[in-house]
């Protein structure tokens, strides 16, 4: 009888500490470009400090479990975008649910969130695009095909980012909810250099399901 209370005991821990695992949200984030030439300590000479840890901590503080890291110089956008695949991919077969998944990306980064919603195909996981979208993208990256819960964040005064329903319109994948926010800080490019709530707090609501952002 005390071997099977002990074995109760352990197989309950286990099982809550393997359903907790599952139903945790996690958030990769993906930075700009500037932040993988420059250390954080460097100022962009027209955007200031890119905020990165400030980013991090307030995704932190809202419970999510970020991964992200400073990449190295230079990165090729497709050979990173595979990597985090095989890291979503090894979620996955943990048992966490795709929609608890979100990948958010800021310029380059967000290219690379492109390419990992092409290659992940799933409509189930949450993407969030910001400041990497512009017109003759679909020229230029005719490979990248939207899949996913897709939101979408652009700045109205800054000319490397625009609406990317043409990319919507082009891609053949299921995209169960899309959603657009233009935003009118007047800090053109540099927006998403700072952790401003007029991207942050939609970016969390879109990772919390909340697809209505409301």
Known sequence: MKTFSVFLVLFSFFFSSFFI?????YVFFLHNRFVETHELNEPHPQY??????????????NGFNVISEKRKANVNVK?????VKKQIDSLLI???????ITVIGTSKGGYIAQYVSTYAKNPDINFVFIACYNDRDIERFPDINFCGNIL????????????????????????KNFKEIE??????????FKALK?????????????????
């Open 21 to 25: 695992h599952q139903e945790q949200d």
């Open 48 to 61: 200031g400090l890119a905020e990165y840890n400030k980013i991090i901590k307030a995704f932190e503080d």
């Open 79 to 83: 050979d990173y975008a595979l990597k």
């Open 94 to 100: 943990k048992g966490v649910s795709a929609n608890h």
């Open 152 to 175: 979408t964040i652009y700045e109205k005064t800054d000319p490397l980012g625009v609406s990317a329903l043409k990319r919507k319109e082009t891609s053949n994948c299921e995209i």
């Open 183 to 192: 935003l009118n800080t007047g800090l053109k490019h540099g927006f998403q």
């Open 198 to 214: 007029e991207w942050i707090e939609p970016s969390i609501k879109w990772a919390h399901r909340n697809y209505e952002l409301n």
